[in-house]
């Protein structure tokens, strides 16, 4: 639980790094300005979930290595930092891509009165400078599917197991999960299926194969599915 707090705290300074950039801008600007500080924090959301991320990664791999967790450890109760097998990893990114496909589906059809869901500020980005968009995609799909299962399912789901067993170990590691990612939930009632679907599959990957790295693919296909429909829907 220690490096989960300081990735928490982690990405929780850079969140107040970019609010106080914000409210410096805004203060110089004056009060005149057109665009309300809310405005300003949406259209700087990239910028923020980037640094977060960064700050996020620093931070689990600084306590991982301060800790002296044993990353390479196979047994069910390391937290298994290695590759796996190429035929998990394409295994892991097809079953990824398939649970986005089913989110979508059921956003799409099965509870289409949530279609105004999508003008929020993450369906924003994609009317935003190149910039601001490079930079949400760069921290999406690519920073948060390997920093994200290096913690969740590798350290957290290692150490819980250790203590806990496999079962109450999945469980907790997967709640913890879905509560960081509470942002989305309040905009999309309906991702909760998404993101415990994808957090029991990588979880499932996790166990099968005794590796880190068809997870991450896992993560990386949902993700990479799910930011490539908000771009074309954009």
């Known amino acids: 639980m220690a490096v989960f707090g300081i990735y928490f705290g982690a990405q929780f300074l850079g969140g107040i790094i970019m609010g106080f950039s914000v409210g410096f801008l805004n203060g110089i600007e004056g009060v005149s300005r057109t665009t309300s ?3 300003t924090l949406r259209q700087l959301l990239p910028f923020t979930m980037f640094l977060s991320m960064i700050l996020g990664g620093i931070g689990v791999f600084a306590s991982a290595f301060g800790f002296k967790i044993p990353l390479r450890d196979l047994s069910p109760t390391g937290a298994a930092w290695v590759r796996g097998r190429w035929r998990d990893i ?3 990114l097809t079953l990824g891509i398939l649970v986005a496909v089913m989110w979508t589906i059921l956003f799409d059809y ?33 920073l948060a ?10 350290i957290i789901f290692g150490g819980f197991r250790k203590s806990l067993g496999p079962v109450r170990a999945g469980l907790l590691t997967t709640l913890l999960f879905v509560a960081m990612h509470f ?7 309906t991702a909760l299926f998404g993101i415990t679907t994808l957090a029991l599959a990588a979880l499932f990957m996790r166990v099968r194969t005794n590796a880190i790295g068809p ?14 429909i908000m771009f074309y829907f954009g």
């Open 37 to 39: 500080f809310t405005d």
């Open 90 to 92: 394409v295994v892991g």
């Open 110 to 142: 099965v509870f289409p009165s949530h279609a105004n869901e999508r003008i929020d500020p993450f369906s924003r980005v994609t009317r935003m400078p190149l910039l601001s968009q490079a930079l949400w995609v760069i921290a999406v799909v690519f």
């Open 145 to 154: 599917p390997v920093i994200e299962e290096l913690l969740f399912r590798g």
């Open 183 to 189: 942002d989305r939930l309040i905009t999309y009632p």
């Open 215 to 228: 997870s991450i693919c896992l993560h990386f296909g949902y993700n990479g599915f799910i930011t490539l």
